[in-house]
């Protein structure tokens, strides 16, 4: 499967642009990026997903570099409910319905 | 928010005594997933089903059964719950289990295995 690697862990200042990093340097041409995130033991919460172009909605943008080895996910104005580990997800399981694999992800903490 | 719910919310069970975790939505969706997670861990999937009365395995299933007879209802059962066990479980849903469809997941589960 193709591996992600994140940081483990991140801080960022209310207010502030969080921009949590993504290696997937053996995505293949036709995967998709996801990231979700959960927040305090709660079921994890899609956020956004992409294939090659950047992407926008409410939540969040998505920056994915050209090669589409790497992305990032930017929460322009963090606040303190967006603390929370973050998965960035790259590979699907197409022989387990297209089953989640979740790694460890980065737990992000917003401060005051 | 996606209408999935779980029962029970929270179990203490001792060793090997059966156990059944349900998952019920309200949306529909075809695949349904049981996924467990660990401390320090992200979800692993058990089971996952693709239609009613149609299961498979997924990464960690030892130990796990599944059943789907209606749409809108996935039984996890432990036949017979050890420690290792002990686990926060998810189900999620999704509706076409397409690559670029997103996943729904409940509150989760916390087994406790005594």
């Known amino acids: 499967d193709a591996k992600t690697t994140q940081p483990p862990s991140m801080d960022c200042a209310e207010g502030r642009a969080a921009n949590l990093p993504c290696n997937h340097s053996?995505?293949?041409?036709?995967?998709?990026v996801y990231w979700y995130r959960q927040i305090h033991s709660q079921g994890p919460q899609y956020i956004i997903h992409?294939?090659?172009n950047n992407e926008t909605n409410e939540m969040a943008s998505l920056i994915i570099t050209e090669d589409r080895k790497s992305s990032t996910l930017i929460l322009p104005h963090a606040t303190l409910r967006d603390t929370a580990v973050y998965y960035c997800?790259?590979?699907?399981?197409?022989?387990?319905?297209?089953?989640?694999?979740f790694g460890k992800g980065t737990s992000l903490l917003v401060t005051p | 928010d996606a209408g999935i719910t779980q029962s029970p919310r929270h179990k203490v069970t001792e060793t090997g005594t059966p156990v059944t975790l349900r998952c019920h939505q309200t949306?529909?969706?075809?695949?349904m997933y049981w996924y467990r997670q660990d401390p320090g861990h992200g979800l692993r999937l058990i089971h996952y089903?693709?239609?009613?009365?149609?299961?498979d395995k997924g990464e960690v299933s030892d130990g796990y059964s599944v059943s789907r007879s209606k749409t809108e209802d996935f039984l996890l059962t432990l036949e017979s719950a050890t420690s290792s066990q002990t686990s926060v479980y998810f189900c999620?849903?999704?509706?076409?289990?397409?690559?670029?469809?997103?996943?729904?997941f409940g509150p989760g589960t916390r087994l406790t295995v005594l």
């Open positions: 053996t995505i293949s041409g036709n995967e998709y």
């Open positions: 992409g294939l090659k």
């Open positions: 999620a849903i999704s509706n076409e289990g397409l690559a670029r469809n997103e996943q729904f």
């Open positions: 949306e529909n969706h075809r695949y």
């Open positions: 089903s693709y239609g009613v009365k149609d299961t």
């Open positions: 997800i790259v590979r699907v399981g197409r022989n387990s319905g297209y089953a989640l694999n």
